[in-house]
């Protein structure tokens, strides 16, 4: 009896651009509710595979077991991990919504596409706003924010694709990130003069923005990237100080 390979599970963990994890309940054989772990898996060809990482046990114990396993040429593998969706371009982001009925995901052509989940061939929606690279995006309440490289912020609606509204940020500052509140989203971006600029945004609308100036020449993005990313905020002592006035 031979071994389960990576192979077997995917056929190119190469081009693999990016993996979610997936918990949920679905209907068996016998119309009962049995709870599913699994990983969708988007590459640069633009699919989109759903490993069911309950069956990985089993299959590791008995290799023989995986359909087209004693074939010769991987290339006709019947992999473990299943094709769920094609993406017509290469998927560069992947989510899922709060509620979980949907999963929302970035391509090279800066669409935004919303599929249902767990039948991701059936398509919810579509926004075309962005005419830049998508730099992040975030489910709040009914809608989805989305940061452009231009320094575009749009919320369009999750179930509709149809924008709500639009929000022009400098476009001279580097965006950070960008993190949810009770009340709305703080964006983070970094200016020329290397100041951190928090941009309050409540209904899809920018307000005030705050500058901070760093005591540390060692600020680097991913300290703030691993800040916004643990859902924290930023810690006034140590790492910035609030600029005079603000």
Excluded at 158 to 168: A, I, K, M, N, S
Excluded at 177 to 184: C, E, F, K, R, V
């Amino acid at each position: 009896m031979g071994h389960l390979t990576p192979k077997h599970i995917y056929k190119n963990w190469k081009k693999v651009t990016t993996l979610l994890p997936m918990d949920f309940s679905v209907k068996n054989e016998k119309s009962e509710m049995v709870d599913v772990q699994g990983l969708l898996i988007a590459d640069k060809v633009g699919e989109v595979y759903f490993l069911n990482i309950n069956n990985l046990p089993r299959l590791a114990a008995n290799p023989d077991d995986v359909p087209g396993r004693n074939q010769e040429e991987a290339d006709t593998y019947d992999f473990v991990a299943k094709l769920v969706y094609g993406h017509q371009q290469t998927c560069i982001h992947l989510a899922r919504s709060s509620c979980g009925r949907y999963t929302f995901s970035v391509d090279t052509l800066n669409k935004i596409i919303v599929n249902n989940f767990p039948n991701m061939f059936n398509l919810q929606s579509v926004s075309t706003e962005h005419q830049s690279e998508i730099k992040d995006l975030l489910q709040l309440g009914p809608n989805i924010v989305s940061q452009g490289s231009n320094g575009l912020l749009v919320t369009s609606s999750l179930e509709t694709g149809e924008t709500v509204h639009r929000t022009q940020l400098n476009s001279s500052d580097k965006f950070v990130g960008m993190l949810a509140t009770g009340s709305g989203l703080e964006v983070f971006s970094k200016n020329l003069k290397e100041e951190l600029q928090v941009t309050s945004v409540k209904d899809g609308i920018a307000g005030d923005t705050k500058e901070y100036q760093f005591e540390s020449k060692g600020f680097t993005d991913m300290a703030v990237g691993v800040e916004i990313a643990s859902g924290k905020r930023f810690k006034l002592e140590g790492t910035y100080d609030k600029k005079e006035g603000q």
